[in-house]
């Protein structure tokens, strides 16, 4: 360091703090990851702020945003038509650094936002997980089932998303209904299809299907999302996450 003029060739000290003050501090502020899904029927593309920043500039229906990071705590979630218009505004609570799905929802008279954590233990020794989350409104609970007749998830109720299961790589067949049948033990991987199995769908109450190939090291998130405005008018979107 070059000595300084005015200070006889002494090198400036730099006095230390008294016992208790400490120095300085330098307070960060803390993120959170935030993505937006558009489950909503019957209206045109969003935008979505987050506070007074565009998070998402054109969300149309069935589409979902990538994660962006965001301060945490208290933010205010304002959706927008394209034109201006403002459909609804909500303030949620955002963890420091959670990851989060926020889904535009239908709801009776007009629309909702509900908050999806994405928090999952990572997929282990080539497996991945497996989830559902029933945002159509107008759905009755449904049964998550394999293609050879075992229930994965019973009643899954509208806004409620399943635990994560884990899953062996694969080709499955879910179907979506309303049956009466037991569902497997909680504690139980989802694997493919098992011949003793074959046959046992139920005939009735088939709302939805869905072939999956399903990878290693993957989340999946099926979402059931409004195709219509008759009861159990719904169809599947996958989002997978690495």
């Known amino acids: 360091m070059a000595d300084l003029p005015g200070n006889n060739g002494n090198r400036p000290t730099i006095p230390l703090p008294n016992p208790g003050e400490g120095g300085p501090i330098l307070n960060w502020p803390r993120r959170a990851r935030i993505r937006f899904l558009n489950a909503a029927f019957g209206y045109p593309p969003f935008l979505v702020f987050v506070n007074n920043r565009v998070a998402v500039n054109f969300l149309s229906t069935a589409s979902i945003s990538p994660y962006g990071n965001f301060p945490s705590g208290y933010q205010t979630i304002t959706v927008s038509g394209i034109n201006g218009y403002i459909y609804l505004q909500k303030t949620i609570p955002f963890e420091a650094g959670s990851s989060s799905t926020v889904a535009i929802i239908n709801r009776t008279g007009g629309l909702d936002l509900i908050q999806i954590p994405d928090i999952c233990c990572g997929p282990a020794n080539g497996t991945s997980n497996f989830r559902v ?5 107008n759905s009755q609970p449904m049964d998550v089932l394999l293609g050879d007749g075992r229930v994965i998830y019973a009643d899954v109720q509208f806004k409620e998303t ?41 005939e009735n109450g088939i709302v939805a299907s869905l072939y999956l190939n399903v990878q290693r090291n993957a989340n999946y998130t099926v979402f059931l999302i409004n195709n219509g405005p008759e009861t159990n008018a719904i169809q599947t979107m996958v989002v997978e996450d690495r």
């Open 133 to 137: 989350s029933n945002l159509a409104y």
């Open 162 to 202: 399943t635990v994560y299961k884990r899953i062996q790589p694969g080709a499955y067949q879910f179907i979506f209904a309303e049956t009466n049948l037991m569902p497997m033990p909680s504690s139980s991987d989802i694997e493919s299809l098992d011949e003793a199995f074959i046959g046992m769908v139920p």
